[in-house]
């Protein structure tokens, strides 16, 4: 377990405010960012989960801002699973500079959901398998 996965981008200029500083709304989508390539790692994707009629909705999320990055920064986004996933699906991310300076600490939950009936359901078994072999 503790599987983890590292993914780097630079900062468009859109992504910043007035200040030329990220606005702090974009760093959920750059977790959301960070799972994805997690998943794709492991040999998955959101699209194929959706076409097999599960999706991912993030029930928490918490972040901690430490430093600000700048547009043309080089980010690089550690998604971490925290334990085996049932239900839920927990990960802790860094967010880090080209200078490895930590700007960002945060935290989602995600809920594994039947779209035909919005119930929860368990981790796709090959999830489970894929996670056990690494």
């Not at 076409?51 to 909705?57: E, Q, S, V």
């Not at 967010?95 to 009936?117: G, P, S």
């Amino acid at each position: 377990m503790g599987h983890q996965n590292k993914f780097s981008f630079r900062v468009r200029y859109g992504e910043t405010d007035q200040m030329g500083v990220v606005y702090h709304g974009n760093y959920a989508q750059y977790l959301e960012m960070g799972r994805v390539e997690w998943l794709r790692s492991l040999g998955f994707s959101y699209k194929q989960m959706e076409k097999d009629g599960i999706m991912l909705p993030v029930i928490s999320l918490q972040m901690h801002f430490r430093k600000s990055a700048t547009y043309d920064d080089l980010l690089t986004v550690v998604t971490k699973l925290t334990k085996t996933p049932v239900v839920k699906i927990e990960f802790d991310y860094e967010i880090r500079n080209e200078k490895d300076e930590l700007l960002v600490t945060a935290n989602t939950v995600l809920a594994f959901m039947d779209m035909r009936t919005s119930k929860p359901v368990k981790c796709p078994p090959a999830i489970l398998e894929k996670l056990n072999s690494v």
